[in-house]
């Protein structure tokens, strides 16, 4: 194969992924003034459903100007060699491999952050203050910016970082030994997010003794469930839309609501909602997911081993000395159709553990306060309840309200 043809493969990859993103958002857009479905109907009054409907098509406009500008800025960066430009500017700065490769990402991630930045202003500070959602101020918005952009730069450069060295070290089997140092960072994470990286971002202070938090302790004491951890974090920094998570396992193990959850939902509403949580891990969801993230990993590193060497990958991106990180940048294209299929799957085995987390807490505490909370939790983030079913099918990792109350009366 000639790097040009493999270079238009890239470039197609490119447009039919836009293109059948764009298809998928318009055929859901066709249902936003949809007749909510009878069981629904006591979700939104006639004006708050006008104002849902308002901002799902007002989201649904800015995200085909955002798509639109993420593809021109891709495929300009392509089509006038800017990989090949920005190598330049890394092999300037040192002779080695890891260093080039580290400035080379670094650049790459400033530069789509700082084009990205006034898309996600406006997004924030514009569509969903509008609506009432946005909490954020300015001094947080870009104090985010800065610590993520840190994060990304101290572990993503030590993942990267390492993964080159073994590639170097160790040649085609480089992929078992990256395998390994993801899989331990991935293992850590899911063991220590809550308790190392949500607080550079949140503050996360531990549920007060009192009528809920023994309705909690009573709920985990009937189904066997030891949950001494039991956290909220102050969600309301950054927008009014509500949430609730389980996280860590083992000795790690902890549930965090956030303080919007505690103000728009009741105390049985809240127990209920915890109840599926708890239903998340009594059915080791995590343990899968972990697992099944895991082997994605070592499959994905594995097909990466078999095309990294090949200069073909550089030369499509006009670039003249092959690397890795020239390497990585075209396999990461060419491999999007697989973890787009990847990522189907994940969202379908999600879909089924939603359901089997419904089943747990109306089995082991009540259908209706988790329907009415549910139901609550939609009205408060104006959601879209009368998706495509395509759409829901191919992206959603829920299933929709409508078909969790049929599930849940059963």
């Known amino acids: 194969m000639k790097p040009e043809t493999l270079f238009y493969i890239i470039i197609a990859i490119l ?7 764009q298809v998928l958002d318009y055929l859901n857009s066709k249902h936003f003034n949809d007749a909510l479905p009878p069981q629904l109907q006591d979700v ?3 004006e708050e459903y006008k104002k849902s409907q308002r901002y799902k098509t007002e989201r649904y406009k800015f995200s085909i100007l955002t798509s639109i500008v993420s593809l021109v800025a ?3 960066f392509f089509i006038l060699d800017g990989f090949a430009f920005v190598d330049e500017i890394a092999r300037s700065i040192s002779n080695n491999p890891i260093i080039i490769a580290l400035v ?7 530069a789509s952050d700082i084009l990205s930045t006034p898309l996600s202003y406006y997004s924030t500070f514009v569509i969903e203050e509008k609506y009432g959602f946005n909490k954020t101020t300015r001094k ?5 910016k800065l610590k993520s952009w840190f994060m990304g730069a101290i572990i993503g450069g030590i993942l990267l970082g390492a993964i080159i060295w073994f590639y170097q070290s160790t040649g085609k089997s480089f992929w078992l030994y990256a395998w390994g140092i993801v899989t331990v960072f991935t293992v850590l994470m899911n063991l220590f997010y809550a308790r190392f990286i949500v607080p550079l971002f949140n503050k996360q202070t531990p549920l007060e003794a009192g009528s809920l938090r023994a309705k909690i302790e009573a709920y985990a004491t009937k189904v066997g469930f030891t949950l001494d951890k039991i956290f ?7 927008s009014t839309k509500a949430n609730a998570y389980f996280s860590g396992f083992g000795s790690e193990k902890r549930i965090t609501l956030y303080d919007t959850l505690i103000t728009n939902l009741d105390e049985e509403e809240i127990v209920a909602v915890l109840a599926h949580e708890v239903g998340h891990y009594k059915r080791n969801h995590i343990i899968i997911n972990l697992l099944v993230a895991i082997i994605t990993t070592g499959f994905t590193l594995w097909l990466l081993s078999l095309f990294i060497n090949n200069p073909l990958l550089s030369e499509a991106l006009n670039v003249s000395q092959p690397s890795f990180h020239i390497g990585l940048i075209a396999f990461g294209v060419l491999y999007s159709p697989i973890s787009g299929i990847t990522s189907f799957i994940m969202n379908f085995l999600s879909r089924k ?18 329907i009415s909370g549910l139901k609550k939790l939609s009205k408060n983030s104006l959601s879209n309840l009368t998706p495509h079913p395509l ?3 191919v992206h959603y990792s829920h299933p929709t309200l409508l078909q969790r109350f049929q599930n849940l009366m059963k």
């Open 391 to 393: 759409y829901v099918f």
């Open 140 to 144: 947080t918005f870009f104090l985010d």
């Open 353 to 370: 553990f939603e359901y089997q987390a419904d089943n747990y807490a109306k089995q082991t505490y009540a259908a209706p306060p988790l």
């Open 44 to 46: 939104y009054d006639d």
């Open 104 to 110: 080379f990402f670094a650049i790459i991630m400033i």
């Open 74 to 76: 891709t495929l300009l």
């Open 232 to 238: 909220i974090i102050d969600g309301s920094k950054r």
């Open 15 to 21: 447009v039919i992924s836009f293109v059948i993103d």
